[in-house]
């Protein structure tokens, strides 16, 4: 799956614990960055430990350092942090202004403006991204051949979200492989 020379669109593999998933993620990155004209190559990952991982890997892979230098590992929050700093910061408001908002949105309510602030921070911490990073991903890469190359486990989530790739704007259908 690594080396074969293009696929209509995204491309999908899936295994368990040990079958050699990573590796071929790199050398599909090797591949692509080998294979075509100096375009960028983006491998993302969950946590910052595994992208450093995953580099310093693709360092002892990829001798050519022009070849490894198109390929960008980094974690999916890294890539959005990067993309919404492309911006200017937005202008944030004092707490005396949202306690001001808080007591507003308490009045005649038996809830005090204290308890609502603490409740809306709580459920808005609790938001499971999974479904608005891949949305992100589906975003940033131009739809096309060779356009996502997805390698994961289903049954080693972190998180008990599961995601239809398919409602999100990938299909993999016909170019997915266990």
């Given at each position: 799956?690594?080396?074969?020379?293009?696929?209509?669109?995204?491309?999908?593999?899936?295994?368990?614990?040990?079958?050699?998933?990573?590796?071929?993620a790199l050398h599909r990155a090797r591949h692509l960055a080998q294979a075509g004209p100096a375009v960028p190559v983006l491998l993302t990952t969950y946590t910052k430990?595994?992208?450093?991982?995953?580099?310093?890997?693709?360092?002892?892979?990829?001798?050519?350092?022009?070849?490894?230098?198109?390929?960008?590992?980094?974690?999916?929050?890294?890539?959005?942090?990067?993309?919404?700093?492309?911006?200017?910061?937005?202008?944030?408001?004092?707490?005396?202004?949202?306690?001001?908002?808080?007591?507003?949105?308490?009045?005649?309510?038996?809830?005090?403006?204290?308890?609502?602030?603490?409740?809306?921070?709580?459920?808005?911490?609790?938001?499971?991204?999974?479904?608005?990073?891949?949305?992100?991903?589906?975003?940033?890469?131009?739809?096309?051949?060779?356009?996502?190359?997805?390698?994961?486990?289903?049954?080693?989530?972190?998180?008990?979200?599961?995601?239809?790739?398919?409602?999100?704007?990938?299909?993999?259908?016909?170019?997915?492989?266990?």
């Amino acid at each position: 799956m690594a080396l074969r020379p293009s696929y209509s669109g995204p491309a999908q593999v899936t295994g368990g614990a040990g079958t050699g998933k990573t590796v071929t993620a790199l050398h599909r990155a090797r591949h692509l960055a080998q294979a075509g004209p100096a375009v960028p190559v983006l491998l993302t990952t969950y946590t910052k430990s595994l992208a450093q991982a995953l580099g310093r890997q693709l360092d002892l892979l990829v001798d050519d350092a022009s070849v490894r230098g198109r390929i960008d590992v980094q974690t999916v929050d890294s890539l959005a942090y990067q993309i919404v700093n492309r911006h200017e910061p937005p202008s944030l408001v004092s707490d005396h202004v949202i306690n001001a908002l808080w007591g507003e949105a308490a009045s005649g309510t038996s809830y005090s403006p204290v308890f609502l602030r603490r409740e809306w921070e709580q459920i808005v911490l609790a938001q499971d991204l999974t479904t608005e990073q891949w949305r992100l991903l589906r975003r940033i890469v131009t739809e096309g051949p060779d356009d996502l190359f997805i390698v994961g486990d289903p049954h080693q989530r972190i998180y008990d979200s599961q995601v239809s790739l398919t409602s999100l704007g990938t299909r993999v259908r016909g170019r997915s492989s266990s």
